[in-house]
């Protein structure tokens, strides 16, 4: 008799994605075009390779600059624009189930931005990568 072979694994796949916004904005229309492409391209490849979704974490989060001189400004800001991304994801077909969120506002800065430039539109641009929402895919592959 042949010894059965063993049942095949699933095995765990991490995806993820960063949606940039432009600036003091977090509707979908301000979101970076490059973004929504990454984003599509994110679920149409759980859906092609029919990965089984754990879950979906988003983490939004905001630049440093805040004109309105409301200390939580930025961390409502960060949780609309998560509150959009978990939008886009059920329009493509995403369980919102599946989806937890958090906002850190500008307390997670990945570009610094110091050196000086020659107007505010080439600051913002800099600090473009802190006006993100952060998008982590866990799945298994069957």
């Known amino acids: 008799v ?3 072979p063993p049942a095949p694994r699933s ?3 991490q ?3 960063g949606v940039l916004f432009n600036f003091d904005k977090h509707d979908p229309k301000n979101m970076r075009p490059f973004s929504v492409v990454q984003l599509e391209e994110l679920v149409r490849k759980v859906q092609r390779e029919k990965l089984v979704v754990k879950s979906i974490k988003l983490s939004g989060h905001a630049d440093r600059l805040n004109s309105t001189g409301q200390n939580d400004y930025n961390q409502r800001l960060s949780e609309r624009r998560v509150t959009t991304v978990k939008a886009e994801l059920v329009k493509l077909g995403i369980d919102p189930k599946l989806v937890s969120t958090a906002a850190s506002g500008d307390s997670q800065q990945v570009q610094g931005c110091e050196q000086r ?4 539109a080439d600051l913002r ?3 473009l990568p802190n006006r993100r929402v952060e ?3 866990e799945a298994l592959r069957p």
């Not at 430039?117 to 505010?120: I, N, T, V």
């Open 15 to 17: 995806l993820s994605a």
């Open 117 to 120: 430039f020659k107007g505010q």
């Open 2 to 4: 042949a010894p059965v």
């Open 125 to 127: 641009e800099c600090l």
């Open 11 to 13: 095995q765990e796949v």
């Open 135 to 137: 998008v982590v895919i």
